[in-house]
């Protein structure tokens, strides 16, 4: 059936909504997907599965109201709390320190004769521990962190997190209660993330990146792109570095 310019402009309409919107869901500090806010006030939790699914429904209803009229509107409900639901993942880190800042700065000056002025990150890689993983069991990722210490800034602060992204591009908000490493030196450092998915996730390619940050400042990204195929209890994970 061929589209009436009215539908037309409902569906254009619809899908503008729908970016809007779900992007106030699922980005850090955007509406209902709000990280960091008063989770015991008014606001509530926003990684709660009831007020992600209602979030959720509202915002399908809306875009299937403006799409199909009514029975768009409770399609698009549906469709919606399930989007919802899985607004959020919890990220808890394992680490171990494996050089002491002293041995890594004490290895720089050996290799480049002395010492930078700013830190200087060593090297960093991160990747995905496992192909597979049963289904609501959690998703491995490894990363290794080295840097070293400024003569003129030494390093203060180190966190490494680890962010998740819905095929559509959109960031998935991490549940409050997740961890990030976090350190207030130099050296090595290996880390082991446990990113746990909703039971729920539907088949796409779901983008994984750790960042690295040194005194608050960016100081290296690794990307991972990452492909769940749910086949009843398990998931296949390709990981193209």
């Given amino acids: 059936m061929t589209m009436t310019l009215t539908s037309k402009i409902q569906h254009t309409v619809a899908l503008t909504t729908a970016s809007i919107l779900l992007a106030g869901c699922a980005a850090p500090g955007g509406g209902a997907g709000q990280v960091g806010g008063d989770v015991g006030g008014g606001g509530g939790d926003p990684c709660s599965v009831a007020q992600s699914a209602l979030a959720g429904v509202a915002v399908g209803a809306l875009i299937g109201a403006m799409a199909g009229g009514k029975k768009g509107a409770a399609r698009g409900g549906v469709i919606g709390a399930a989007i919802g639901v899985a607004a959020c993942v919890a990220v808890n880190v394992q680490s171990r320190q494996t050089k002491t800042a002293a041995q890594v700065d004490q290895e720089y000056q050996q290799r480049q004769g002395a010492l930078p002025r700013e830190p200087v990150v060593v090297s960093y890689a991160s990747h995905v521990n496992s192909p597979s993983v049963r289904k609501g069991q959690p998703i ?51 880390n082991s993330f446990d990113l746990n998915l909703p039971p729920n996730l539907s088949q796409g390619s779901y983008g994984l990146k750790t960042n690295l940050y040194v005194n608050n400042k960016l100081a290296g990204t690794r990307d991972l792109r990452t492909q769940l195929v749910w086949d009843g209890s398990n998931a296949t994970i390709v990981a193209m570095n």
């Fill in 140 to 190: 491995k990722v490894n990363s290794v962190v080295e840097l070293t210490s400024g003569t003129v800034q030494p390093v203060q602060s180190v966190k490494e997190e680890l962010v998740v992204f819905n095929p559509d591009g959109t960031q998935i908000n991490p549940d409050p209660k997740s961890k990030n490493f976090t350190a207030s030196s130099g050296g090595r450092f290996e």
